[in-house]
């Protein structure tokens, strides 16, 4: 079991017990010495940003800074593990659930969705927070349906970088060109690409590109 950003240790304590393991990353120095000195036996704690490392891993908790959420999904698209239940803020998490077409849908939208089932469990009133945030917030559950490699999730940021435009347009653009392979219509909106279509698009572009 992994939390990223354990903080003061008010949701590692009750992770201690429940698992044959617990392992924490928190960069802030003081926070991370305090929860060493009260729980350093009964968990693997790092001093640092897990997001620079590959722990592994079969469950994820966290409630990390919002303003981490596309880093964090983004380094989990990148995993192999079960399930990871996490805090997100309530607008980010309508945009990684969001379908194609809504004004929501982009390109974390794809990766999150390509990468795993994901739902939103419940809303979180700001009241359960000290001190309350200035935004709602969701509780939401990924399960793991398959890794992304970085060259991937490159590939899908640039291409919705031109997510308003049709196909042919985005990828004249960006200098790509539709693969032969492909059975997707020019002349689609990229935004209104299922995510499982968007996959394959950035499949085929990177064949191409090893191929020539």
Same mark, same amino acid.
């Given at each position: 079991?992994?939390?990223i950003?354990t903080?003061r240790?008010?949701?590692t304590?009750e ?5 044959d393991m ?11 010495a ?7 036996g ?5 001093n640092?940003d ?7 891993f079969? =469950?994820?908790?966290s409630?990390?800074p919002?303003?981490?959420?596309? =880093? ?6 990148h995993?192999?593990?079960? #399930?990871a239940?996490?805090v997100?803020? #309530? ?9 194609p ?10 990766i999150?969705q ?7 469990v419940?809303?979180?009133g #700001? ?6 945030? #200035?935004?709602n917030?969701?509780l ?6 398959r890794s992304?490699s970085?060259e991937?999730?490159?590939l ?8 308003r ?11 790509l060109?539709?693969?032969?392979s492909?059975?997707?219509?020019a002349?689609s909106?990229?935004?209104k690409?299922e995510?499982?279509?968007v ?5 085929g572009?990177?064949a ?5």
């Open positions: 079991m992994l939390e950003g903080g240790g008010a949701l304590r992770l201690v017990g429940l698992s617990v392992e924490g990353y928190e960069v802030d120095e003081e926070s991370c305090e929860l060493e000195r009260e729980l350093g009964s968990l693997v704690l790092h640092g897990a997001f620079e490392s590959s722990p592994a079969d =469950v994820l908790l409630s990390l919002y303003s981490e959420s596309s =880093v964090f999904i983004e380094w989990l698209s995993q192999r593990y079960q #399930r239940v996490v997100l803020q #309530r607008d980010f998490a309508r945009k990684i659930i969001a379908a077409g809504d004004e929501a849908y982009r390109a974390v939208s794809v999150s390509a990468s795993t089932d994901v739902e939103i419940s809303g979180i #700001r009241q359960a927070f000290d001190p309350p945030p #200035r935004v917030s969701s939401v559950m990924m399960k793991w349906k992304l970085e991937q999730t490159a899908i940021k640039r291409v919705f970088s031109q997510k435009r049709t196909l042919r347009a985005a990828l004249k653009s960006l200098d060109f539709l693969p032969p492909s059975t997707l219509s002349d909106r990229v935004n690409l995510p499982e279509s996959l394959a698009l950035v499949d572009l990177r191409g590109m090893v191929s020539a």
